[in-house]
């Protein structure tokens, strides 16, 4: 069978672009390999009418919605490959057959390169976040953190200082310049030079941060901005124009989420510097009806 379009990415931004194309009655698979980037969050906060909503069970209801549709096929699994075929897309899911489509939209998410810091990575997403708006009320008035990883860190730094009392941990590396350190001070963020040797508490949750020296320094939160990657090579396959930014590359998009390369088109965290589940499903609307007026007029 010949797709319309082909959809790789079953999450916030790849169920939006499809249930666009799903009501023009257009026939569209979606390939999701089921590790959405938020899958370790007990909750989504700030989406539109779904504050609080576990994102598991967002997708779930997203995806059975979308199911009701007779011109949407799922295949789960890992696309592997990605190969231009006439005037259309060639996609290999885990040594499947091929799958054939005239557009390709692609959805398939970051991941998170956590630093190798003991104690991290099993708090990741509960007392370990990166976004204060999705996590940050609910450590309000806590001891906070902030690990310095990269120029950004100190940014981040004078941002989660509204939700509560802010530790900026160098973690050995240089002290920020004047500037910077005069912007920290002013947001009442006290640095602490020594490097980070372990997180402490009964995880989930977190007491604090052992140091170097032997010292620990309380915290409820820790915040880091790791670099991210692509959860998926297939943009490099096919061309795809990259940009770097703040955390990591990603996909350049015109204003109708079209790639650099004709009929492929992106959305969600791969394509957009600022990242959140609202500008997610907000591109993969944009990109399913981009998609649908190049079936048309294109």
Known sequence: ??????????????????????????AVC????GEPRNRFAAA???????????PGEMLAQARGKLAAYPSVRFVDGLAREATVEGDGFAIKVDGGPS????????????????????????RWGATVNHCPYCHGYEF?????????????SAFQAQLIADWGPTTFFLNGGARPDDETSARLA???????????????????????????????VELASLFVAPRTSFQCPIAEQLGCVLDDGPLGRVIQTDATK?????????????????????FASADGVMAGAGVHHALIFG
Not at 260 to 274: K, L, Q
Request: proline share 5%; net charge negative.
């Open 1 to 26: 069978m010949r797709y319309d379009a082909l959809i790789i990415g079953g999450s916030f931004a790849g169920l939006s672009a499809a249930m666009q194309l799903a009501r023009a009655n257009r």
């Open 30 to 33: 979606v390939v999701d390999g």
């Open 44 to 54: 989504s906060h700030g989406f539109f009418g779904q504050d609080g909503m576990p």
């Open 99 to 122: 799958l054939i489509s005239r557009k390709l939209v692609l959805a398939f998410g970051l991941k998170d390169d956590l630093p190798d810091l003991p104690g991290l990575r099993e």
């Open 140 to 152: 309000l008035h806590h001891l906070l953190g902030v690990l310095n990883l990269h120029a950004h």
């Open 186 to 216: 002013a947001r009442n963020v006290t640095i602490e030079p020594e490097k980070v040797v372990a997180l402490e508490g009964e995880s989930p949750d977190l007491t604090g941060v052992r140091l170097a020296d032997g010292r620990f």
């Open 258 to 278: 079209q790639t650099s390369v004709p009929g492929v088109y992106a959305a969600g965290d791969i394509a957009r510097p600022m990242h959140n589940a609202t």
